[in-house]
T-cell receptor
Framework: AQSVTQPDIHITVSEGASLELRCNYS??????LFWYVQSPGQGLQLLLK??????LVQGIKGFEAEFKRSQSSFNLRKPSVHWSDAAEYFC????????????FGGGTRLMVKP | EPEVTQTPSHQVTQMGQEVILRCVPI?????FYWYRQILGQKVEFLVS????????KSEIFDDQFSVERPDGSNFTLKIRSTKLEDSAMYFC?????????????FGPGTRLTVT
């Protein structure tokens, strides 16, 4: 069965510093990859997605992610973090031969120091 | 910008009671979903729904759960006899495309508390 791992439960960065949130998945089929962000009391907002093509994808709010098939990874990056980026971030994966369900990672809670 | 809406935002119920969680998907979307997130745990898939029938369901989605699209706009999740372990945040989502994984847009969630 497919699984998604976000190794970092909590990350704290200083405002203006760069950020990388890790995501690894396990399954053999072609993945469809997503990052969602959840602010307190809010729903899940789609940040970016990868279906095919260029492995570096750009999303909203200045985020980008890179798909590395050899490492089964889809890490989220941002060059300069803003205080408003503090939230929980979820990686999610779907597979072409597994219907439309998404499998989520456990989430990474990002805290931003002033 | 169109969005998925869910009501109520918070529902408190007693064990054994029936609850209905309501969702209004984005209007031109054809595929609908329910996910749940128990506090401190992962977001888990429950069920997907297309063309007025269940397309897929997880092991969590047992006989206590049902889904319905009672009219052209609402999509509901019913839990017949709630248990303490049903306490969770329930997210509705919708997507435009069928046949492969596609962008799923999530609502703000309903927090269900079973006492």
């Amino acid at each position: 069965a497919q699984s998604v791992t976000q190794p970092d439960i909590h990350i704290t960065v200083s405002e203006g510093a760069s950020l990388e949130l890790r995501c690894n998945y396990s399954y053999g089929a072609t993945p469809y990859l997503f990052w969602y962000v959840q602010s307190p009391g809010q729903g899940l907002q789609l940040l970016l997605k990868y279906f095919s093509g260029d492995t570096l994808v750009q999303g909203i709010k200045g985020f980008e992610a890179e798909f590395k098939r050899s490492q089964s990874s889809f890490n989220l990056r941002k060059p300069s973090v803003h205080w408003s980026d503090a939230a929980e971030y979820f990686c999610a994966v779907g597979f072409n031969n597994a219907g439309n369900m998404l499998t989520f990672g456990g989430g990474t809670r990002l805290m931003v120091k002033p | 910008e169109p969005e998925v809406t869910q009501t109520p935002s918070h529902q408190v119920t007693q064990m054994g009671q029936e609850v209905i969680l309501r969702c209004v998907p984005i209007s031109n979307h054809l595929y609908f979903y329910w996910y749940r997130q128990i506090l401190g745990q992962k977001v888990e898939f429950l069920v997907s729904f297309y063309n007025n029938e269940i397309s897929e369901k997880s092991e969590i989605f047992d006989d206590q759960f049902s889904v319905e699209r009672p009219d052209g706009s609402n999509f509901t999740l019913k839990i017949r006899s709630t248990k303490l372990e049903d306490s969770a945040m329930y997210f509705c989502a919708s997507s435009e495309v069928r046949g492969q994984v596609y962008e799923q847009y999530f609502g703000p969630g309903t927090r269900l508390t079973v006492t």
